[in-house]
């Protein structure tokens, strides 16, 4: 199946010469959804993890279905003030100010083998600080899986070291 034909592309959102890769297409056609799920699990090949983690909310979207084909764990990935129970807290930069991400400081084990789920790799920005989540819980991110990398941003750049990837690659 073609997932590129299944995802809308916009021009000019959310701001002139942006090119936004709208999924809700995709999430709409039932089989389509199916598919891009079942790629991204097989695209991981004998990757080895103990449980996956995706960040709000579009990893939620696609990291939770593939927790569920995997038969493994998923942890979600909020910003402040979302989570219940005790967390922990990463800040990093963006390209005009700062952001955070928090995970419950018990959902991660130290030693445990963490898949990173997400939608979209850009530029890499938010994939890097769920990583610096993970290890400052003492777990080990076995890999970073997405359903559409931008490869003209070089995401992959800020992930040097960690294995990454995606079943749709966009080159411009």
Not at 38 to 47: F, H
Not at 97 to 114: C, W
């Amino acid at each position: 199946m073609d997932l590129k034909s299944k995802i809308r592309v916009i021009e000019g959102f959310p701001k002139e010469g942006i090119s936004f890769k709208d999924l809700t297409t995709l999430l709409l056609d039932g089989e389509a959804y199916h598919h891009a799920i079942q790629a991204c699990v097989d695209m991981l090949g004998d990757l080895e993890y103990d449980v996956v983690v995706g960040p709000e909310a579009r990893g939620f979207l696609i990291g939770a279905p593939v927790a569920v084909l995997a038969k493994k764990g998923f942890v979600p990935i909020r910003k402040p003030g979302k989570l219940p129970s005790e967390t922990i807290r990463y800040e990093y930069e963006l390209e005009y100010g700062t952001d955070a991400l928090e995970v419950h400081s018990d959902a991660i084990k130290p030693g445990d083998r963490v898949l990173v789920v997400d939608d979209l790799l850009a530029t890499g920005g938010t994939a890097k600080a769920v990583c610096e989540l993970i290890e400052k819980l003492g777990g080990k991110v076995a890999g970073l899986a997405f359903l559409m990398e931008l490869e003209f941003l070089d995401g992959r750049k800020v992930l040097d070291g960690y294995s990454v990837f995606s079943a749709i690659s966009y080159e411009s």
